[in-house]
């Protein structure tokens, strides 16, 4: 499964990204040119190009809470750096966004949990065939 660049979720995830990273380069990197920073540019590419294969697609639980950590370590460590810093000024900065980001956690939290369960019910079919 993957997730089509078309879709409103994607979109949603891409925006959000975008908009906590630009909040962390323009305190950490920014010094008067244009933001984001090449660095910063570099992970958003990164980023985009992941969420694009996320496995769960349309059912994609937020990063936060997905069971599968599909980045490398080094951007792993940057998400990580970009949320702890641009976390806590979404809500001001971005009101809809964060809404829209919770709900979509919220949202998801029910379709991860079918999902595990139709892929647990196929592993115990595969260890013990049907006779
Ligand atoms: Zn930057």
């Given at each position: 499964?993957a ?7 994607y979109k949603?995830?891409l925006?959000t990204?975008?908009?906590m990273?630009l909040i962390?380069?323009?305190?950490k990197?920014?010094d008067?040119?244009a933001?984001?920073?090449e660095?910063?540019?570099k992970?958003?590419d990164?980023a ?5 294969k996320?496995a769960f ?6 990063c936060?809470?997905c ?7 080094v951007?792993k460590?940057r998400?990580?750096t970009?949320m702890r810093?641009?976390g806590p000024k979404?809500?001001?900065r ?8 919770f709900?979509?956690?919220?949202l998801s939290g029910?379709?991860l ?11 115990t079919?595969?260890?013990r065939?049907?006779?």
């Amino acid at each position: 499964m993957a997730m089509q660049e078309t879709s409103p979720r994607y979109k949603r995830e891409l925006a959000t990204l975008t908009a906590m990273a630009l909040i962390h380069c323009r305190a950490k990197h920014g010094d008067g040119r244009a933001l984001p920073c090449e660095e910063c540019r570099k992970f958003l590419d990164y980023a985009a190009e992941r969420l694009g294969k996320c496995a769960f697609g349309e059912t994609k639980p937020t990063c936060v809470k997905c069971p599968i950590h599909c980045y490398a370590s080094v951007e792993k460590e940057r998400a990580r750096t970009i949320m702890r810093e641009a976390g806590p000024k979404m809500l001001l900065r971005h009101p809809v966004l964060t809404l829209l980001h919770f709900l979509d956690g919220w949202l998801s939290g029910g379709r991860l949990k079918r999902w595990y369960r139709a892929r647990e019910a196929k592993r115990t079919q595969a260890v013990r065939p049907s006779k």
